[in-house]
């Protein structure tokens, strides 16, 4: 038990927080294409993809509150950015898009070894493109 808390007594109202934020979601297929460099596991022996058991999805969350700045956070099945430049890359590229300053916007990948290289150092490997 929390000895912090204060009790509540049963009939007791309690306030709830509230928000007049606007939100909208959305959901997009990006499963790679079969064929595509998918080697992202050491002992892998497998140079690129050969299918996917289950789509690959980006799930995009905005928010905008009274401030009227969006947050937007990106959800993304992919592997993990090897490189800092590739995520400064992608980062920009969607930060431009949208018309965001940088603590606008969250990207996090799910961490997948079954999806896609995010390397373009391996942009000379087969599978890339």
Same mark, same amino acid.
């Given at each position: 038990?929390? @000895?912090? !808390?204060? +009790? ?12 007049? !934020? ?21 002992? !892998? @022996? ?5 299918? /996917? ?6 799930? +995009?969350? +905005? %928010?905008? /509150? /009274?401030? @009227? ?6 959800? %993304? ?6 490189? %800092? +430049?590739?995520?400064?890359? %992608? ?29 373009? !150092? ?8």
């Amino acid at each position: 038990m929390n @000895d912090t !808390a204060p +009790a509540t007594r049963l009939g007791a109202r309690i306030r709830i927080p509230r928000t007049r !934020a606007r939100i909208g979601i959305a959901r997009r297929d990006i499963t790679p294409p079969v064929g595509i460099r998918a080697k992202n596991w050491g002992p !892998a @022996d497998w140079e690129r993809s050969e299918g /996917a058991h289950r789509p690959f999805e980006l799930t +995009a969350l +905005a %928010v905008i /509150a /009274a401030d @009227d700045r969006p947050r937007v956070l990106l959800a %993304v099945d992919g592997t993990w950015w090897r490189r %800092v +430049a590739d995520e400064q890359g %992608v980062r920009g590229t969607i930060l431009d898009a949208l018309g965001l300053d940088p603590d606008q916007l969250m990207l996090s990948l799910s961490h997948t070894h079954a999806g896609a290289v995010l390397c373009a !150092a391996d942009a000379h490997l087969p599978g890339e493109s």
